[in-house]
């Protein structure tokens, strides 16, 4: 978003390039387009998305050298080490020491209660910061159609959910839609729907080429279940990212919850997407019906297992129009314990903290960067929609735009986030 600093390239490898920000170097790759040491990029998800002329570049650097040092010393505070010592203080000393945890290990993490749970979040905090130091991506999220051929009994939009308003946006509107989102200076973006046959593979890959020969974005994909050609061809046209979650690594729950699905394809899927070359972010739902402590620690060990590019993973609210309207919300400690144990378990990962998170509470936005994660994701749905795309209670709000990307600014610059790119942290 407008909250972005562009890179110096210092050295070129093969696909990848490494930036210097303030002396602080990052690796991205890029995919298309040439480039040579001293150009100035932006960079986003560890992928290079434009170039800047140094004309451009050197102003914004300019405004942001002091800041950006402040941010850091504000990050490093807030990352002190706390002298309170616990049960838990020997398992966050191991991960910080990129220690495999042991099952029981991860068992206990999940179990924190009482005083020890700010003691593990204050832990997850410094490994984030240790480990990527204060660089916090924010991305913009589209939905421009709420029709789903499934009926995951999780979803509000699930096709058996008859007592919802359904729309799908046509290719202008997705177009404008875009240029809004980019005019408001997001240089990453979801593009999300639920799975809708009414859009062709050759729609969605015509309409990718239109996005990406007019906007240096980084596009995702968040469409659900297509071939693996399809998404070769997506690629191909300019989305190098894509979000698909396997919800969970329990194989009945999954073939429970997902009636006529199964889990192996959505996890080969994932695989040959990141075969094909995508920035992959996947995870799971915390709060299942009949989710285990060890399940969720399977998940997060399957999540790190696939290696993707970023873990998004969130809390299941329960929605009135679903089968699971009764079950119980998970509390928002146990989902900041989530993301600070898959900080312990995979300390230089991308964490995003999620807008079903952020329904917890006012302060879970804060909470979660502070439990260890540093992605953030905002909602760019023209408001007409919106309030439709209805998964979970809660989800949209009447506030402008505006006002969200000046409250998430704020917040970053109050917890000394910068808005250097995360950069590459996985082989590739
Ligand atoms: S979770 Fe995804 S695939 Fe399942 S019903 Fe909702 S939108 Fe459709």
Not at 209 to 222: A, D, P, T, Y
Request: glycine share 6%; charged share 25%; with cysteine.
């Amino acid at each position: 978003m407008c909250y972005a600093i562009p890179g110096k390239v210092i050295s070129i490898d093969s696909k990848t390039v490494t930036m210097d920000y303030f002396g602080e170097a990052r690796k991205a790759i890029f995919v298309t387009g040439s480039y040579e040491v001293g150009d100035y990029v932006y960079a986003q998800g560890g992928i290079v998305v434009s170039k800047l002329s140094e004309e451009d570049a050197i102003p914004i650097l300019k405004m942001w050298e002091k800041q950006f040092f402040e941010l850091k010393a504000r990050d490093a505070i807030l990352s002190e080490q706390s002298k309170f010592e616990s049960p838990i203080s020997p398992i966050i000393k191991r991960a910080e020491k990129d220690e495999t945890l042991s099952r029981n290990e991860m068992l206990a993490i999940l179990s924190v209660e009482g005083k020890d749970l700010e003691l593990l979040f204050q832990g997850a905090n410094r490994i984030r910061k240790n480990k990527l130091d204060n660089a916090c991506c924010v991305h913009g999220i589209l939905e421009f159609s709420n029709y789903c051929q499934n009926n995951c009994l999780y979803c509000g939009i699930r096709s058996g959910n008859a007592n919802i308003k359904r729309y799908r946006m046509n290719e202008t509107q997705i177009l404008e839609a875009v240029d809004h989102s980019v005019s408001l200076g997001f240089k990453a973006l979801v593009l999300q729907s639920g799975e809708d046959p009414f859009y062709s593979d050759e729609m969605l890959i015509a309409l990718v080429k239109k996005i990406r020969e007019k906007h240096g974005i980084l596009l995702f994909m968040s469409i659900g279940e297509r071939s693996k050609d399809c998404y070769k061809k997506l690629f191909d046209a300019g989305a190098y990212g894509a979000l698909l979650r396997f919800e969970t690594s329990n194989d009945l729950l999954y073939e429970k919850m997902r009636p006529g699905r199964k889990r192996i394809d959505r996890i080969n899927l994932i695989r040959d997407l990141i075969e094909i070359g995508f920035i992959v972010a996947t995870g799971f739902l915390i709060g299942l019906p009949g989710q285990s402590k060890d399940d969720l620690i399977n998940d997060i060990l399957l999540t790190k297992s696939l290696k993707p590019d970023m873990y998004s993973f969130g809390p299941l609210i329960p929605h009135p129009e679903t089968p699971l309207s009764s079950i119980q919300t998970p509390s928002l400690d146990d989902a900041l314990k989530a993301i600070a144990l898959t900080r312990l378990v995979d300390p230089e990962s991308k964490i995003l903290v999620t807008s079903a998170l952020e329904t917890l509470s006012p302060d879970a936005k804060k909470k979660g960067l502070m439990a260890g994660g540093n992605s953030l994701m905002i909602n760019t749905t023209p408001k007409a929609y919106s309030t439709s795309y209805d998964l979970y209670p809660g989800k949209s709000t009447e506030r402008p735009i505006t006002e969200t990307i000046k409250n998430t600014i704020e917040l970053l610059y109050s917890l000394g986030r910068a808005p250097t790119d995360l950069g590459v942290t996985n082989d590739r």
